[in-house]
């Protein structure tokens, strides 16, 4: 049996946290490595527990999560560590800044048990956690403010299946979901989007959504 995966909880709202806690540890593939209810104290639990997940909320004290993720999982960070943030649909800028600071993805507070373990199963693995319907408000709204100037998407490395590919990537579709679109196998698409976050550089779908509004392939 493989490890469990270990999951860090940093909540300023105890009976919040004190949730989230009861659920994961009832899991028998997850543990709870720790919990705080500051910023500030996610970035030291998490530089010295080294958890597989950080479940982040973004409004905290000392630290607001935002900042705790970009020193958990920014660029240049030696060891970064996977981080979900958890948001309501009032912080949707906040979230946005969160994703772009380098978490792996988001839930909404009010999302059932289920979905909150099958976020931290999906980051732990590696992917990103993209809800379509959020994904297209938030980055939407704030598409302006990143999109770049005309022309910008003329010197992207990518194929124009590729681009194809990206584009639905960041209209919040799962593998399956874009293998029905384009009538490919799933394993197809797979190849095609590890391509295209290897050519980009790019670590996960959560920053192939944000490069495709910064260039300007998506409206």
Do not use: W
């Not at 300023?12 to 946290?17: G, T």
């Not at 004290?61 to 935002?66: A, K, Q």
């Not at 960070?77 to 969160?98: G, I, S």
């Not at 732990?124 to 598409?143: C, F, S």
Request: proline share 5%.
């Amino acid at each position: 049996m493989s490890a469990p995966i270990r999951v860090l909880v940093c909540d300023d709202q105890m009976l919040v946290r004190t949730g989230l806690v009861t659920v994961i540890d009832a899991q028998p593939d997850m543990e709870v490595a720790g919990e705080c209810e500051d910023g500030r104290a996610a970035v030291d639990l998490g530089g010295r527990l080294s958890p597989d997940v950080v479940v982040m909320d973004v409004r905290m004290p000392v630290l607001d999560g935002i900042e705790a993720t970009r020193l958990l999982a920014g660029a240049g960070v030696d060891r970064p560590v996977k981080v979900l943030v958890v948001t309501t649909f009032n912080l949707d800028e906040y979230v946005y800044e969160a994703l772009r600071a380098g978490a792996s993805g988001f839930l909404l507070k009010d999302a059932p048990p289920d979905r909150l373990l099958h976020g931290i199963r999906t980051v732990a693995a590696g992917a990103a956690l993209l809800d379509p319907e959020v994904t297209r408000r938030l980055v939407g709204k704030y598409a302006t403010r990143i999109r770049p100037a005309v022309g910008a998407e003329t010197d992207t490395p990518l194929t124009p299946r590729e681009l194809e590919v990206l584009r639905l990537i960041a209209d919040g579709l799962s593998n399956s979901e874009i293998a029905a679109a384009l009538v490919l196998s799933p394993e197809t698409v797979k190849t095609f989007v590890s391509r295209i976050l290897t050519k980009l550089d790019l670590r996960d779908r959560v920053q192939a959504v944000v490069y495709a509004y910064r260039r300007g392939l998506v409206t």
